[in-house]
C-alpha cells in the first residue's frame, strides 16, 4: 500500500513537473512569439517613419519630458535604424518659436482643440535646424481625467515651407511690378493677369480671364503681325520685342513684351507667360532727347552736333563728287545791344524770325544751323565755284535790310556780318572750315559790319592780333593809354550878313599802347563793345570830355557844345542818364552843351522802346544826334518818335558827291527831310571845297572834317578854334 501511495506521489510530481516544464516551455515561445510580433511592430513603425519622413513622439506631461523616436536616413534608399531620444520640453522648439509650441500645448490641454497643432523650428539629430508640422492626442489620463501624457508626429515641412515663401514672394513680386504680367494658355488665352496689368491696360482679371490675348491687338498692326508673332512664340518658346497695344478705353500704347515658355511634367507647353511694359513715354522722352542732342530748342534748327555730323557727310559726299562747299557763319551785329533793350524774350523771339528769314533764304536743301546766341551757320553743298558762296551771302544781307516783325506789331532791324569759308580750299575737316569761317566773319565786322567776307590766310595773323589786342584792352585804364582828340565842327552862316563859326567839337577816343603802338578805333572799340569794357571806357570818354569842356568854358569858349559817342551798351544801363547827370554836375558842365552821338543801326533796332530811354536824356537838356545817317534802316515814322535834335550824313556819301549822282541825291534828300522835322544836320567827312559847296548850297547847318581841321589834342584844338577865322566868308561860308 506504501508503495502505491508513493508511485502515486510520484506520478503526480512528475506530472506537475512536465506540466511546469510545458509552461516553461510555453511561455518561452510565447515571449519569443511576442519579441517577433513587436521587432515586426518596431519594423513596422520603423518603415513607417521612414517612409513619411515623420517623428514619433510621446510626451510626458507631469515629467515634462518628451520622448522622440526617428529614423535617421542613411541616403542609400533603405530605412535605417530606429533611434530614440529624450528631450525636456522646453527644448524641443527653437527658443524663439518655444512659446508658441508651449502656448498651442496648453491651449490642447485645458480643452478648447482636439487636437494638439503647431508649426515651428526645432533642431534635427543631424543638428540643422528645420521647419516641422506637429499634431498629436492625449494617450493617458488620471482618474480625474487630467492629461498626463501625449503622443503623435512631427513631419519636416521645411522644403514645403521654402516652396511656400518662393510662391508668397513670387506672388508679392507680380503684385508689386511695373510690368503687366499675364499667363497665357496654349491658345493665347488669358489664364491670370497681375494688377499692373489691369493698371496698363484698363482690363479687370475678371474681363479678361478666358478671353483671346487678341482684346489688345492695336489698329497699327494688321491682323498677320500678331498671328505671326505667335507663331514665333510657339516654334521657338521665347520671343521678346516692341509692338503697339490697345487699352480698353482704346487708347493706343507702344509696349515692350518678352513671352516664355512654361512646360508640363511631360516637357511639353502648358503655358505662356507675357510680360509687357508700357515704354510710349520712354519713347518720347527718347525721341525729345535726340532732338535736344541734335536741334536748338529755341529755332528747331540743328545745333552744333548735327551740323558738325551733316558737314562731315557733306564732305565726303564733296569727295566723291568733286564738288565744293562752302561754310557760312553768321553773327549779327550789336545783337547783345537789341537784346538787353528789348529783354530776353522779346530777344529769342528776334532769333526765331532771324532763323525763319536765313533758312528761306538760303533753302530748304541747304544746313542752317545755331551755334549759341545769335551765331548761326550754313552749310551750302554742291557748289561750283567762291562766286557761289558770295552770292548767298548777298542774298542773305539783302535779306535783311527789311525790317523783322516781332508779335504782329513791333519791327526790328537787324543785320548779319558773315564770314566765309571753303571746302577743299580752307579746311578738309568740319573743325576747320567753322573754324576759319568764324575769323573772317570778325574780319567782317572789324570791315564796317553788315557785310561778308572771305577767309584768307593772312586773317590768321588778324586774328591773333585781335586776341592780343583784347586782353591788352583790359589794363588800358589802369595804364592811362586811353586819350582823346578833339575834331571841330563850323556851323556854316546862314544869311550872307553872319559869319560861319566853329561852334562845337566831337570827342574822338584814340589808344596809344606801351606795347602795340598807335590802334585804330575802329579795331579797338569793335573789341570794347563785344567784351562790355565798352561800359567803363565810355563813361571815361564822357567824364574826360565833359572837363576839356569845362577847362575850354573857363577859357572864353562859352557858347561852345561837345559831342560825345555813346554805345549801345551803354545806352541800355537803366543808370546811364544818372551816370551822364551825375558828370554834368560834377564837372560844372550844363546839359545843352552836350550832345550825344548814337549810330543808326542802335537807334533803329527797336526805336519805340529807344525812344522811352533817349527822352530821359533830353529831359537832363542833353542834344541827341544820330551818328552815321544814310548807313542803316532808318523809318522816317520812327525818326519822327525819337526825341533827337541832329542828323549826321556818313562821310560815305559825302565822299562822291561830285561823281556819283545817287550819293548827291541821297545826301541833299537827307538834308531836306532834315530841314521838313525841325533837325540840325551835320555832315561828316567834309574835305574838298567841291563837297563843301554843295553841302552849303543845299542849307547844311554844319560841317565836320578835314577840309576845316584834322582831330586834334586839347589844348591844340582849343588854339585853333581861337585863331581861325573864314579866308572868304562871302564867298564860301556863307549860305545864299
Known amino acids: 500500500m506504501s508503495s502505491f501511495v508513493d508511485l502515486r506521489f510520484l506520478a503526480a510530481a512528475v506530472f506537475v513537473l512536465l506540466a511546469l516544464i510545458a509552461l516553461v516551455v510555453w511561455r518561452r515561445r510565447a515571449d519569443r512569439l511576442r519579441m517577433v510580433d513587436m521587432r515586426e511592430l518596431e519594423e513596422r513603425l520603423k518603415l513607417a517613419l521612414w517612409a513619411t519622413g515623420q517623428y514619433y513622439w510621446d510626451y510626458d506631461v507631469v515629467a515634462g519630458k518628451v520622448r522622440r523616436l526617428q529614423v535617421k536616413d542613411p541616403g542609400d534608399g533603405n530605412a535605417g535604424r530606429l533611434e530614440a531620444h529624450t528631450l525636456d520640453i522646453r527644448n524641443v522648439a527653437h527658443s524663439e518659436d518655444q512659446p508658441l509650441m508651449t502656448e498651442r500645448i496648453q491651449h490642447y490641454l485645458e480643452g478648447n482643440d482636439d487636437r494638439y497643432r503647431s508649426e515651428h523650428r526645432m533642431l534635427d539629430a543631424d543638428g540643422k535646424l528645420i521647419w516641422v508640422r506637429a499634431s498629436g492626442r492625449a494617450v493617458k489620463r488620471d482618474a480625474a481625467g487630467k492629461v498626463t501624457r501625449m503622443a503623435g508626429t512631427t513631419l519636416d515641412i521645411t522644403r514645403e515651407r521654402e516652396i511656400d515663401d518662393e510662391h508668397r514672394v513670387a506672388a508679392q513680386v507680380l503684385r508689386s511690378m511695373s510690368e503687366a504680367v499675364t499667363v497665357l494658355n496654349r491658345d493665347f488665352e488669358f489664364v491670370s493677369v497681375n494688377p499692373a496689368f489691369t493698371r496698363i491696360t484698363g482690363y479687370e482679371e475678371t474681363e479678361v480671364i478666358g478671353r483671346s490675348a487678341a482684346l489688345l491687338d492695336s489698329s497699327r498692326h494688321d491682323t498677320a503681325f500678331y498671328h505671326h508673332i505667335r507663331a514665333l512664340v510657339t516654334r521657338h518658346g521665347h520671343y521678346a520685342g516692341e509692338l503697339w497695344q490697345r487699352r480698353k478705353d482704346g487708347e493706343e500704347f507702344l509696349c515692350a513684351y518678352e513671352f ?233 552862316a546862314s544869311t550872307p550878313s553872319a559869319a560861319a563859326r566853329i561852334s562845337g567839337a566831337e570827342a574822338l577816343l584814340r589808344w596809344s599802347s606801351r606795347e602795340h603802338g598807335q590802334i585804330d578805333p575802329t579795331e579797338f572799340i569793335l573789341l570794347a563793345e563785344e567784351s562790355g569794357l565798352i561800359r567803363d571806357i565810355g563813361e571815361w570818354v564822357l567824364r574826360e570830355a565833359c572837363q576839356t569842356l569845362r577847362d575850354w568854358r573857363r577859357q572864353g569858349l562859352d557858347d561852345f557844345r561837345m559831342a560825345v559817342n555813346v554805345s549801345g551798351l551803354q545806352l541800355l544801363r537803366g543808370d546811364f542818364p544818372d551816370i551822364v547827370s551825375d558828370i554834368l554836375i560834377e564837372t560844372g558842365v550844363p546839359a545843352s552843351a552836350l550832345e550825344l552821338e548814337l549810330t543808326e543801326s542802335v537807334l533803329m533796332a527797336s526805336a519805340e522802346q529807344t525812344a522811352a530811354r533817349l527822352q530821359a536824356f533830353r529831359e537832363l537838356g542833353v542834344s541827341l544826334a544820330i551818328d552815321d545817317f544814310g548807313t542803316g534802316y532808318s523809318s522816317l515814322a520812327y525818326l519822327k518818335r525819337l526825341p533827337i535834335t541832329t542828323v549826321k550824313i556818313d562821310k560815305e556819301f559825302i565822299d562822291d558827291l561830285a561823281r556819283n549822282p545817287d550819293d548827291a541825291a541821297i545826301t541833299g534828300t537827307i538834308i531836306a527831310m532834315a530841314h521838313s522835322l525841325g533837325l540840325n544836320v551835320v555832315a561828316e567827312g567834309v574835305e574838298t571845297d567841291t563837297q563843301m559847296q554843295f553841302l552849303q548850297q543845299r542849307h547844311c547847318h554844319e560841317i565836320q572834317g578835314f577840309w576845316l581841321s584834322p582831330p586834334r589834342e586839347a589844348q591844340d584844338c582849343l588854339d585853333f578854334i581861337r585863331r581861325w577865322a573864314p579866308a572868304q566868308p562871302d564867298a564860301a561860308l556863307v549860305l545864299s
Not at 530777344?347 to 549759341?372: K, M
Open 260 to 492: 516664355n515658355v512654361v512646360l508640363d511634367a511631360n516637357g511639353a507647353q502648358q503655358y505662356f507667360v507675357a510680360v509687357l511694359n508700357d515704354i510710349t513715354q520712354q519713347k518720347r522722352a527718347e525721341e525729345e532727347l535726340r532732338y535736344l542732342a541734335n536741334y536748338d530748342t529755341l529755332t528747331g534748327l540743328p545745333n552744333r552736333t548735327l551740323l558738325s555730323e551733316r558737314l562731315w557727310r557733306a564732305i565726303m559726299h564733296a569727295q566723291h563728287a568733286q564738288v565744293r562747299i562752302a561754310v557760312l557763319f553768321l553773327d549779327f551785329d550789336r545783337f547783345k545791344d537789341i537784346n538787353d533793350s528789348l529783354g530776353h524774350a522779346i530777344g529769342d523771339r528776334i532769333l526765331c524770325a532771324a532763323a525763319q528769314r536765313l533758312q528761306a533764304t538760303v533753302g530748304e536743301h541747304h544746313t542752317v544751323a545755331r551755334l549759341g546766341g545769335d551765331e548761326f551757320t550754313a552749310v551750302l553743298e554742291n557748289i561750283n565755284s567762291q562766286e557761289d558762296a558770295d552770292d548767298v551771302a548777298q542774298a542773305v544781307l539783302k535779306a535783311f535790310e527789311a525790317p523783322l516783325t516781332i508779335d504782329k506789331h513791333l519791327e526790328v532791324s537787324i543785320s548779319p556780318s558773315i564770314g566765309i569759308s571753303l571746302y577743299p580750299d580752307h579746311g578738309l575737316v568740319p573743325a576747320d572750315l567753322l573754324k576759319h569761317a568764324d575769323t573772317a566773319m570778325y574780319q567782317a565786322k572789324a570791315a564796317g559790319r553788315r557785310t561778308s567776307m572771305r577767309y584768307d590766310d593772312t586773317m590768321e595773323v588778324a586774328t591773333r592780333r585781335r586776341a592780343i589786342l583784347s586782353g591788352a584792352l583790359r589794363k588800358v585804364l589802369d595804364r592811362n593809354e586811353l586819350h582823346l582828340v578833339y575834331q571841330p565842327r563850323l556851323t556854316l
